[in-house]
């Protein structure tokens, strides 16, 4: 067996509100090895950024890990004390999310805050302002930006100031949440160049899109969520050449092909109320080929389907593939 970097079991998280608990992920499990880049996809409010905060045990309330494993280096990150957690988060697993601003502060320049994060982690003082304007350098960033606030920069900046601060201490994960979401395309593709370079230099990537398409440019695999549900889970090569979920296949078919005149087909229907998921496959509702296939009554929109290994490293949840 390989050792894997993270290796997350059976996590199960539920929001408690007023209105009701949403079940937002129910039982997932799954690993990144170490450098391997895993995007999670799927439509919004399936779960991807529940799960991402869960990894560095950051669920906000009314969240509440109900169930599983997080496993990081042979440490259970459910069962480390704050001071331990502190300890990872910023130096072992970094985090950036779609609105810089949401980590960035924006009454303190630039400089301070890249140095600050390294001051909290034991660097002196002199040396932490000296890397800063390394790590600025590194992100494509004019060493003078040190002394900016948020405010003097762009959206696309700001995020690579968000990036220089996740890789000052060499992260062994990066959890990116939509990163590049609110960014025009090109700029967006400089995002991305910058997290290979993270990759490149060692880093795990765990990386949450709604969008299949820039997920398969550069992951090496690809986690499927749907409803709370990691619904299937595989190497790029093979989700794309042989998707396996119907909803998967459904995902791949709502994307626009630039080189054929292929019909694009959204998937009918909505997503379910997570307080109220649909028995058995939470996707059967949906599910064209349940429509289709009488036999299927009394299975899918009965029994939960369980995760399997249909070839080597790629898993479905789906009553098809048994
Ligand atoms: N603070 C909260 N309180 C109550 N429910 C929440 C809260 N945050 C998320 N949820 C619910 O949990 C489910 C999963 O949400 P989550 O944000 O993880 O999905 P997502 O896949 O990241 O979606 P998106 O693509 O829109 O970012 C959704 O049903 C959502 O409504
Ligand atoms: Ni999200």
């Known amino acids: 067996m390989i050792k894997m970097l993270l290796d997350v079991k059976n996590l199960s998280i539920y929001y408690y ?19 391997e880049w895993v995007s999670f996809v799927g439509e919004s409010g399936s779960g991807k950024s529940t799960v991402a905060y869960a990894i ?35 130096k072992e697993i970094s985090m950036i999310f779609q609105d810089p601003m949401t980590s960035l502060d924006p009454l303190r320049k630039i400089g301070d805050q890249i140095a600050e994060v390294m001051i909290e982690h034991g660097i002196e003082k002199e040396e932490a302002y000296e890397k800063a304007k390394e790590l600025l350098k590194k992100v ?22 968000a990036i220089a601060i996740a890789m000052a201490f060499n992260p062994k994960l990066l959890i990116a949440d939509e990163p590049t979401t609110a960014l025009d395309v090109i700029v967006q593709d400089a995002i991305m160049d910058l997290i290979g370079t993270l990759k490149d230099e060692g880093t795990s990537i765990f990386f949450v899109t709604h969008d299949i398409s820039l997920a398969a440019e550069r992951s090496d695999k690809i986690a499927v969520m749907y409803a709370g549900k990691l619904v299937e889970f595989g190497r790029v090569e093979q989700i794309l050449e042989n998707p396996l979920h119907p909803y998967t296949q459904s995902l791949l078919a709502s994307v626009p092909d630039l080189w054929s005149e292929k019909e694009i087909k959204a998937i009918p229907g909505y997503p379910p109320d997570l307080r109220n998921p649909p028995s058995g496959c939470r996707f059967h509702p949906r599910c064209p080929i349940f429509k289709e296939k009488p036999a299927l009554k009394g299975i899918c929109d009965v029994t939960e389907p369980k995760a399997i290994e249909i070839e080597k490293e790629h898993f479905v949840a789906c009553h098809l593939h048994r």
Do not use: W
Not at 58 to 65: A, N
Not at 82 to 87: S, V
Not at 140 to 161: A, C, F, K, M, T
């Open 56 to 90: 560095l045990n950051l669920v906000p309330s009314p969240g509440q890990i109900i169930n599983g494993k997080i496993i990081f280096e042979d440490k259970n990150i459910l069962e480390l004390t704050n001071e331990e957690l502190r300890e990872i988060r910023g």
């Open 140 to 161: 494509n960033l004019p060493e003078d930006r040190i002394s900016y606030y948020p405010h003097q920069l762009s959206g696309g900046q700001r995020q690579r100031v």
């Open 17 to 35: 509100t007023l209105a009701g608990t949403v079940k937002a992920v129910e039982n997932v499990s799954f690993a990144i090895g170490k450098r």
